[in-house]
Structure formats: C-alpha cells, structure tokens
C-alpha cells in the first residue's frame, strides 16, 4: 500500500507539474534573534533563519501542492542544523464528475483529536446536502522528514466522516478516528538475576486514539445558534469531551453568550500516563457583548472551572474598536490567581504600504497559596511595509521582563514575495 501511494502521487504529480496553467506560491525568508542562557553567568545569541516555500501548480481541476522549509542558526551551530522541513506535497483533484474530490501525498488534517499533517489518501464524497470523507496513511516522521514510516501497520492513522444539512437549520456530523502511534525504541540499563548492571533494549507497543464523534449545530433565523460536540473514547470505553456553545444576538446591540465543557485529559492507549489517577473537568462560562458606538464593542465574561476537589474562578473584560483593542483578565482559585491587563493597536496608512503595530501587557501572578507575587511585562512593537503587492517586509521587536527572562530583547524580521503566472 505505501509503495503504491508513492508511486502514484509521484507520476500524477510530475504529469501535473509538466503542464500547468497556473504557477502561484509564496516565498519568505526570515530570521529570528534570542538570547539563552546556559548557566546564570554565561549564554549565547542565537539568529534562526527560516526560508519557506509554498508551490502550486493548477490545471483545471487538478493542483500539485507543497509547502516546505529550511531552517538553521547562523550564530551558533546547532547539533540538528540544518534542518528541512516538507509540511506537504500532495496531489489534489477537485469536483470531479461533481462527485469526487481527493488529495494523495503528504497533507494537512483538521481533526479536533488528531490533527496535523499525514502521508496517505484523502476521499470527499458529496452529493447534495451529503458528505462523506474517508482518509487513510502514515504518521509523519519526527520533524517533518521527507520519508516514510518504517512500520506502517502500527504507525498509521485511519478514519472518516459523515457530514448533511438535509435538515433545515441544522448540520449534522459523525466521525471516526484511529491514530496508532509507534513507540521509539531505546537502550536502558536494567539488573539481571544477579543484580548486575545489563544494557536492554526496550520495545514498548504502539500507543493509539480511538474515537467517535458527533457534532450537531442549530441555527435559528440567524439570531439563536447552539453547536453541540461529543467524543467519545473507544479505548477507555468512556466520554472524553462534551461541549456546548449557544449565541443569542436578537436584542438590538447585545450578543449573549454560554458555553460549557465536560473534559477528560486526553491520554494515548497503552501510554504510561494511563495509570494515573486523572480527574475531569467541568467549565462554564456566561458572556456579553455591547456596541456602545458604531464599531466599538464592550465585551464582559465570568467562567468557572470545577476540578475534582477545587475550583477556578476568571473574570475577562474588553474593548474592541477599529484601531485596537484592549482586555484586563482576572483568574482565582486553584488555578492560581492573576491580573492581566494588554493592549493592541494596529493602523493601515498609504493605503496598505504602511501598518505598525503594538502591543504591550502587564501581568501579575500568584502560582500557589503563600508564595510571592511575580510580575511579567511584554511589548511588541513593529511594522509590516508593502511597497508593492506581491512584497512585503516585517519587521518586529520583543521585549520581556520577569523573574526567569530579565530585560530579554528578541527581534523578528521576514520578507515576503507572492507570484502568480498563467501559462
């Protein structure tokens, strides 16, 4: 099956890339300077360069994309320098027969449990108000490798849903997932029968997540929506999460606001962590939002978090406009107690060649009962300048001041370049 894939994806994809009528990407370069300290008397000034690549090539309903990148430090060599990264590289075909569309290669995948990017096959069905997606392949290698798993039956991921809105005002999804995780191998020392020190090789099973899930949401004349999920976990035969989010905006300037969410801490099968003893969680959270002027929006917020034997408290209050926004966040209880107060401001001139921004927060905290009060400061302040609309350039600086990083300055610059030729 793994060679299979690969040979098709690879042929599809040069018969594509041969002929397009389309090339169109982006290209960045940037780089990223920080300070580390290996010791409280000495460190090292550290300068990451990351140059990225996003390719497309189109042809009527087909596209070859990839998105990759390269990255090193050129201040101080790094054991794992240089570093490529293939993020994609799969071919896609859409709307065919008005039926079919699918992606075969290295993609992303937006899963509320097991997201991410895997090497394999992507199926979409639709007809009508129906969806069905099936989608099967390989985990992805540690730091995005352009390889292959080794083990593909335990280092696989498999799954699908099913998606209508046959019904009126309400959408309906059921899903299942299996991701299968293969252990790393590794050498430990270990006693034998007579008490000496003896090297072994430890060969752990594959960890997986097994889960079904069920997402319903209801829309009533676009002023009342509630969008409900469920996961349930098929390993530990138990709910993971139940979520729930209902918006009300009938009243003239007001947006009422709840939510709620049941949650157990998502463990992999087999893993070591599944002999603790783990309690779930309870959220709830009521909110408001007023438009006091045209654009400018009040927002009010009170949450509580319930614990096994405690409880969580927090409070978030701001204001959004046009030209920034501001927001003071306030938590209680066993999550420890804080005061956080950030603003954000950002202002487009010239129309679009010039956008500064900033953004400055101030917090204060306490981890437990008794001990002392920390503060943290972090501004950020820069400017993305577009003299023309296929270039741009940001430019970015940092700064941060608490106990662990004293008076820490980092700078951020990237340069970006679109394209887009027909042929």
């Keep these: 099956m793994k060679k299979i894939i690969l040979l098709i994806s ?30 409280a008397s000495t460190s090292a000034t ?22 990759l990148n390269f990255e090193q430090d050129i201040a101080s060599s790094q054991v794992s320098d240089p570093r490529a990264r293939l993020y994609n590289l799969y071919v896609e075909g859409r709307n065919i027969w ?23 096959i992507n199926v979409d069905l639709k007809k009508g ?54 252990a790393q191998e590794y050498w430990a020392s270990r006693l034998d029968e007579n008490f000496n020190p003896i090297q072994v090789l430890i060969r752990n099973n594959s960890n997986q997540y097994e ?28 709910t993971s999460k139940f979520e729930v989010t209902g918006t009300y905006t009938q009243l003239k300037d007001f947006r009422l606001s709840a939510y709620y969410n049941y949650r157990q801490p998502l463990i992999r099968y087999n893993s070591i962590f599944s002999v603790f ?38 409070i978030t209050a701001g204001l959004n406009t046009n030209y920034g926004t501001i927001s003071y966040r306030k938590t209680l209880g066993y999550e420890g107690e804080m ?3 950030s603003l954000y401001t950002a202002r487009t001139f010239f129309d679009g060649i010039f956008t500064p921004t900033v953004g400055l927060s101030y917090t204060s905290y306490i981890l437990a009962k008794g001990e002392a009060r920390h503060y943290l400061t972090t501004l950020l302040a820069g400017f993305n300048y577009r003299p023309i609309r296929i270039l741009s350039f940001d430019l ?25 030729t027909n042929f």
């Design 10 to 39: 690879f042929f599809l994809s040069a018969a594509i890339s041969t002929f397009p009528q389309n090339l169109n990407g982006r290209i960045s370069s940037s780089f990223y300077t920080f300070e580390r300290f290996d010791s």
């Design 46 to 67: 550290h300068v990451r360069t990351f140059q990225m690549l996003n390719l497309n090539f189109n042809k009527d309903n087909f596209s070859v994309r990839t998105y």
């Design 98 to 120: 008005d039926v079919l569309t699918f992606k075969l290669g290295r993609q992303p995948l937006f899963n509320s449990v097991a997201g991410g990017i895997f090497d394999g």
């Design 129 to 182: 108000a129906y969806k069905l997606t099936g989608y099967y392949g390989a985990n992805v290698p540690a730091y995005q490798k352009f390889e292959i798993t080794k083990d593909w039956s335990d280092d696989y991921i498999i799954g699908g849903k099913f998606i209508t809105n046959a019904i009126e005002d309400i959408d309906i999804s059921l899903s299942y997932i299996k991701k299968n995780f293969k």
């Design 211 to 238: 889960f079904a899930n069920a997402q319903v949401s209801y829309n009533f004349k676009d002023y009342f929506t509630i969008d409900t999920r469920y996961d349930y976990d098929l390993n530990y035969k138990k």
């Design 277 to 314: 003893d783990f309690g779930n969680t309870e959220e709830y959270e009521l909110g408001a939002d007023y438009m006091i002027a045209s654009n400018i929006w009040t927002s009010l917020k009170f949450g509580n978090v319930k614990y096994r034997d405690d409880n969580s408290q927090r």
């Design 339 to 341: 005061d956080a107060i």
């Design 396 to 420: 970015q600086g940092q700064y941060m001041d608490n106990k662990i990083y004293e008076n820490n300055y980092r700078v951020f610059f990237k340069i970006n370049y679109w394209f887009n």
